[in-house]
Nanobody, 129 residues
Framework: QLQTVESGGGLVQPGGSLRLSCAPSGFTLAYYNVGWFRQAPGKEREGISCISKSDGTTYYADSVKGRFIISRDKAENLVYLQMNSLKAEDSAVYYC??????????????????????WGPGAQVTVSS
């Protein structure tokens, strides 16, 4: 079963930055498309950034484009989400997911996206002064 664990969340002031990490449980992320998702209270979970396993093509929701960067560290078997210029509306629980079949573009676009395995615990990000 594919399981990922998120880390790096926290409290940050508006305009600040955070970097989230996505770690796999017992598999190699390089062989999977990986997506970052977030869910704010009272809202559905949404895909915000995804990266393709084949050529590293990245996809971003309009709400985070130009501020967030998704990247892979194959040596460390991690996927990161660098979040810059954070806004109060970025506050949410952030999740990552890996999928070998669903394209990265579809992972981010599908509403809802259901991972083959299970969702991890998520990382709380709170943007507040």
């Amino acid at each position: 079963q594919l399981q990922t664990v998120e880390s790096g969340g926290g409290l940050v002031q508006p305009g600040g930055s955070l970097r989230l990490s996505c770690a796999p449980s017992g598999f190699t992320l390089a062989y999977y498309n990986v997506g970052w998702f977030r869910q704010a209270p009272g809202k559905e979970r949404e895909g915000i950034s995804c990266i393709s396993k084949s050529d590293g093509t990245t996809y971003y929701a309009d709400s985070v484009k130009g501020r967030f960067i998704i990247s892979r560290d194959k040596a460390e078997n991690l996927v990161y989400l660098q979040m810059n210029s954070l806004k109060a509306e970025d506050s949410a629980v952030y999740y990552c997911a890996a999928d070998a079949v669903t394209s990265a573009q579809d992972m981010c676009a599908r509403r809802p996206f259901t991972p083959f395995g299970s969702w991890g615990p998520g990382a709380q990000v709170t943007v507040s002064s």
